[in-house]
C-alpha cells in the first residue's frame, strides 16, 4: 500500500516515513504543494497525508485542485492550526480526516489504518476471506488459521489484493504500489514474489487472470 506524504517540515516527513516504513508501506515525500499537486495527478497512491502550510501551493488548494480532477485517494491533513474553521474547510475542500500538530504517532497510525479500510468498504482491522486472515494492527497473516511469517514486500501483496478481495489487479498497479519507486528490481520481480508466496500458503491462495492481472478471492456469501 503506498502512502504520499506531503509536508515541508523535514523531522516530521522522517519520523512519518520510518514510521510508516515500519508498517509496511511504501512511502513516497514531497515538500511543497507544486510537487504534491503534480504527485498526486501523475501517480498512484492509497493514501495522503497532507500538511495544510504548504509552500508554493498551500494544502487546502491542492486538495481542491485533486478532487476537480476527481482523484478519490483518501486524504488525511496534517495542520498546526487548532482552530474548527480550518478542520470544517479541510473536510469541506475534500478530505477524509483531520490531526492537528502536535500528534502522537500511534494516532496517526491508527487513522491510516481506518482510512485504508473505508476507503475499499472495510469494518474491521481483520481483513479476511475464506482461507486467508490478515491483522493490519499487528502486521500479522494466517492461512487457515495457522500464522504464516512472510516478509514486509509479501505482506504489502498480500494487503493490497485483500484490500480489494474480488477484484483483478493489473501488474502494474501492484508494482506502482508494493514498490519503492526510487529503487529499480527486476521485470520478473512481482511474478517471483507471487511464486513464494503460493508455496508458503496454497497456491490457490492468489489467481492469475491472464492477460489482466492477479486477485486474492473474496469471501463466499
Known sequence: MRILVAEDERTIVNDLKRSLEAQHYVVSTVYDGEEALFAGEHESFDLVILDLGLPKLDGLTVLRRWRARHKRMPVLILTARDDWRDKVDGMDSG??????????????????RA????????????????????????KSVSFRGQPVQVTPLEYRLLALLLHHAGSVLSQSEIVERIYD??????????????ARLRRKLHS?????????????PAARP
Not at 478530505?95 to 491510516?112: G, I, N, S, W
Not at 519507486?181 to 507471487?194: G, K
Not at 490457490?204 to 486474492?216: K, M
Request: net charge negative; glycine share 4%.
Open 181 to 194: 519507486q526510487e529503487v529499480e528490481h527486476d521485470s520478473n520481480a512481482l511474478e517471483v514474489v507471487i
Open 204 to 216: 490457490s491462495v492468489i489467481e492469475t487472470r491472464r492477460g489482466q492481472g492477479y486477485v486474492v
Open 115 to 138: 482510512l485504508m479500510r473505508r476507503s475499499t468498504g472495510q469494518s474491521s482491522p481483520i481483513l479476511a476471506n475464506d482461507v486467508l486472515e490478515i491483522d493490519t494492527r499487528q
Open 95 to 112: 478530505a477524509d480526516d483531520y490531526l492537528t500538530k502536535p500528534f502522537r504517532m500511534e494516532e496517526l497510525l491508527a487513522r491510516v
